[in-house]
């Protein structure tokens, strides 16, 4: 499942599949053929009718203002073009390519003075097999599903180029100026077979965009042939894809997703002590994002926090979809109901659809009481529970980019809001999908929730509390995850929660409390907090940190250090099990990341630039953190660390809006973490 061979010399710009290692044909002509489609129809009950309406919200988003400056950015074609391709393998894409536009390529007479065109290849998700729990809400929706995922990367590719200062507009069929096909053909990422377009090494169909701009780029050529270039590049021996990974996958149900998650332990309760009568609900105010953003900080922080995240011009082309995406997340009113009675064949269809429609992991579990917020920040009204159904689903940050940054540099935002996007996107379709069927269902996004995440995604068992503290740790992907959850009343089957190992594990690790810049993650023991047991992180440390990052934009270095923030390999889930069966290799696992360098940076992935967005037009940021491992700091940080915390008592009390301030008070908050180190 997992690749043979590292792709740590890979650079990131170069995309997952072999595409350079393909020749070229610069003379090769371009035909008129169509895009891949769905090879049968969808029925009635297919997912079809619940993406028109992100079609047409992502559709405006394709062409927008220009900002009034020119980004600082390098005149190199070939460096411009070598980020953009990066940008849009960040967006996941599976092939990008670049042209020159010429004048046949414009649909109408009347366009843009565009002269480039950066084209790119969504490949289908993976489908379910005839009969499978899913197939009536998948089957023949690939291609409406894959041009979903086009328009959210146009969007944000057109948006970034449009950030820098250049003129640029999205295109996907349906909302196009130009011919995607012939751009594809001539970027080299397709060739026409009989009338449709075939792509290389993908045994799936796809869907393409294209961005136009008159931002100048160094242009590709036409392939000049499809065929797998080697034996070695098949096996991905570059790093890549290996040949057989489809066919692989297709040995597991869908609803399985492709991480062996059934081969983890499940146990009845948390590895982490939950006791639920004694949780006192918190209101949103309580987040400290509201805290920052009401002036409970003080004005810094409160100035910085509706940009610290967007800073980067990638991260600020995100913005209109993930705002805009709220208003579709559906209400908490009872519906109409439906047929479908069996929860277990209802939660393999939910996860089968969360899988194909790109979710790394889905888990599900009740939605507790205690889990809702009491109160709405803006308002402060109440908030009473209504679902009893959370979809919890985790999207990866991305462990390549990761490896470039530091994880407090310029691209840390971007991660973060790319997953957020991306999720909301997702469960914005199946929460929609599932009250089409007339069963009530709402997303709880990062722009807007009314459901803690951590503790749905600890009892869906998508991992365990880790000692970053708030933060669920899985056993594939690490801690390099974020995640988005949709709560319904269709009746589901939950999962248990896990146990990989990881308390014994953080007990004796504690590299991301060692890196952590601002010294925000706990040395000491796990405590008992509002009910439940965590190794509580001094949030106030943190998020002023991530706000006021003068060197970089937020921050997420304890994910970034992490030893189990590992690649994607064969290798990697060896370890993971010997982990797992041998407890006592745990030790020399830890010292084995530390001395083979884990949590250093890799330059050879050090994709993005460094840019800042400051008032309205990109400038190149004054400087950018440069952070490797520091061995030496553990024991210094260890002595000297002291931390806040501030359950509910110290928190605003329910009902209180952002009208209000309600400083934050920190020796309080030293005192109460104080009292319960000394019971810990
Ligand atoms: C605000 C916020 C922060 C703030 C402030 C947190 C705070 N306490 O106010 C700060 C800046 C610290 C922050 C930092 C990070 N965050 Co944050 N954060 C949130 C957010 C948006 C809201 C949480 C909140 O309202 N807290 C206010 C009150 C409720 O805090 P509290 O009472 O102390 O409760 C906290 C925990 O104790 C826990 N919790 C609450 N009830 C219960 C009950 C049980 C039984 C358990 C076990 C836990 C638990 O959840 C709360 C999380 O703050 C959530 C999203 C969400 N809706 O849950 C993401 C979220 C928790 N953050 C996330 C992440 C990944 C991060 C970072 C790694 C940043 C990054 N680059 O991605 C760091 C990690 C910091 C650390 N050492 O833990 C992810 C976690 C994903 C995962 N795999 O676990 C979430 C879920 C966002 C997302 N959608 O993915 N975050
Ligand atoms: S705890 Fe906060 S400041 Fe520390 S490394 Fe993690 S995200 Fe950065
Ligand atoms: S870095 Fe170590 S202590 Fe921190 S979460 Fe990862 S395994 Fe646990």
């Known amino acids: 499942m997992a690749r043979l061979f590292s792709n740590r010399d890979r650079p990131f710009d170069l995309g997952p599949l072999p595409l350079e290692l393909l020749p070229r044909d610069p003379a090769a002509g371009v035909v008129e053929a ?12 297919s997912i079809l009718w619940s993406i028109p309406e992100y079609r047409e919200l992502f559709a405006k988003y394709l062409d927008g203002e220009i900002a009034r400056g020119r980004a600082p950015v390098s005149d190199d074609l070939e460096k411009r073009a070598r980020n953009l391709k990066a940008s849009a393998y960040f967006l996941d894409v599976t092939l990008a390519g670049t042209c020159r536009l010429e004048e046949g390529d414009w649909a109408s007479a009347a366009h843009p003075s565009h002269t480039d065109a950066f084209v790119f290849l969504v490949e289908f998700g993976r489908e379910t097999k005839h009969g499978e729990a899913g197939d009536a809400w998948i089957r023949g929706t690939n291609a409406a599903r894959t041009d979903l995922r086009c328009a959210e990367v146009a969007v944000v590719m057109a948006g970034y180029v449009r950030a820098l200062g250049w003129s640029a507009r999205g295109h996907v069929a349906g909302d196009t100026l130009v011919s995607i096909e012939r751009l594809a053909q001539r970027a080299g990422l397709a060739k026409a077979r009989d009338g449709v377009l075939a792509a290389p090494f993908l045994s799936r169909g796809f869907r393409l965009g294209v961005v136009t701009t008159d931002y100048a780029f160094a242009p590709d050529l036409p392939l000049a042939s499809l065929d797998w ?10 790093g890549t894809r290996p040949g057989w990974t489809d066919a692989e996958e297709d040995q597991r149900p869908l609803h399985l997703g492709r991480y062996a998650m059934e081969k983890i332990k499940r146990v009845d309760e948390p590895t982490t002590l939950v006791l639920r009568d004694e949780i006192r609900r918190v209101p949103k105010r309580a987040d400290l994002f509201s805290r920052a953003l009401a002036g409970d900080l003080g004005e810094k922080p409160q100035a910085e926090r509706r940009r610290f995240a967007v800073k980067h011009p990638l991260a600020f082309a995100m913005t209109p979809l993930i705002r805009n995406m709220v208003p579709l997340q559906g209400g908490r009113e009872p519906l109409a109901g439906s047929t479908l009675a069996d929860p277990k064949r209802n939660a393999e269809a939910i996860k089968a659809l969360g899988y194909f429609l790109g979710a790394d992991l889905v888990g599900i579990c009740r939605a507790e009481p205690w889990m809702y917020y009491s109160h709405g920040d803006e308002k ?8 009893p159904y959370a979809v919890v689903m985790l999207i990866d940050q991305g462990f390549e980019t990761m490896e470039g940054s530091s994880g407090d540099d310029w691209v ?43 503790p749905a995604m600890l009892m869906a068992g998508l991992g365990e509390m880790s000692r970053i503290g708030e933060l669920v740790l899985n056993p594939f992907i690490g801690p390099r995850s974020k995640s988005v959850v949709f709560t319904t009343d269709l009746p589901l089957d939950v999962d248990k929660p896990i146990d990989f190992g990881l308390q014994a594990t953080c007990a004796m690790c504690m590299k991301c409390a060692r890196e952590c810049p601002c010294n925000a993650i706990p040395f000491g023991p796990k405590v008992m907090f509002n009910g439940y047991e965590i190794w509580k992180p001094d949030v106030e440390k943190c998020g002023r940190y991530r706000l006021t990052n003068a060197k970089g934009s937020a921050c997420g270095r304890c994910m970034k250090t992490c030893p189990y923030n590992r690649e994607d390999l064969v290798e990697s889930e060896r370890l993971l099990w010997l982990s797992i069966e041998v407890p006592e290799s745990r030790r020399a696992l830890i010292d084995h990341d530390d001395a083979s360098g884990g949590g250093q940076r890799n330059p050879v992935k050090r994709w993005w630039f460094d840019l800042e967005i400051v008032d309205g037009v990109v400038v190149k940021p004054a400087a950018a953190n440069e952070r490797d491992l520091d061995f030496g700091r553990a024991e210094k940080l260890a002595k ?3 931390l806040a915390f501030f359950p509910p008592e110290l928190q605003p009390k329910g009902g209180t809006t952002l009208k209000e301030v309600v400083p934050l008070d920190r020796e309080a908050g030293l005192a109460a973490y104080a009292a319960a180190l000394r019971k810990a």
């Open 34 to 45: 169509r895009q891949p489609g769905d090879a049968s129809p969808s029925g009635a009950q």
């Open 229 to 238: 270039p080697s034996a070695d590049a098949y096996m991905g021996q570059m």
């Open 380 to 387: 402060g009204e109440p908030i009473a529970p209504y679902h």
């Open 412 to 454: 840390s935002g971007a991660q973060s809001m790319r997953a957020y996007m991306r999720g909301a996107m997702l469960a914005g379709v199946m929460a929609a999908h599932l009250r089409r069927l007339g069963h009530s269902s709402r997303v709880h996004s990062n722009a807007y929730s009314e459901l803690l995440h951590l």
């Open 640 to 642: 000297t660390q002291k």
